[in-house]
């Protein structure tokens, strides 16, 4: 069973900066698609930036384009997420997603139903 372990979040002023890290457990991330999604108070869960298993391609939802970076460290078998230039509107609960296998995943990457496996989430907050 794949376990995943959110860490780094935290509260910071807009215009900060913060790196959330995913430790995996039981599998290696070099085999996984993986994701970060965030869910608002009130608000569906939103795919925020995904990457392929291979780690050559990478995806962002508009909003956080040129603002956020993910990728993931073999070695460490960790994904991270790089967020600058953080706004009080990227405040939101953080969570890792992993699958072995999505099909047409280009397309479907910000699916959560997707994504078999779970972090347990971790909070931003960004303050004005």
């Known amino acids: 069973q794949v376990q995943l372990v959110e860490s780094g979040g935290g509260s910071v002023q807009a215009g900060g900066s913060l790196r959330l890290s995913c430790k995996v457990s039981?599998?290696?991330?070099?085999?996984?698609?993986m994701g970060w999604f965030r869910q608002a108070p009130g608000k569906e869960r939103e795919g925020v930036a995904a990457?392929?298993?291979?780690?050559?391609?990478?995806t962002y939802t508009d909003s956080v384009k040129g603002r956020f970076t993910i990728s993931k460290d073999n070695a460490e078998n960790t994904l991270y997420l790089q967020m600058n230039s953080l706004k009080p509107e990227d405040t939101a609960m953080y969570y890792c997603?992993?699958?072995?296998?999505?099909?047409?995943?280009?397309?479907?990457?910000?699916?959560?139903?997707?994504?078999?496996?779970w972090g347990q989430g971790i909070q931003v907050s960004v303050s004005s």
């Open positions: 039981a599998y290696t991330v070099g085999n996984l698609y």
């Open positions: 990457i392929s298993i291979s780690g050559d391609y990478t």
């Open positions: 997603a992993a699958d072995r296998s999505i099909s047409r995943w280009s397309e479907l990457w910000r699916e959560a139903d997707e994504y078999a496996f």
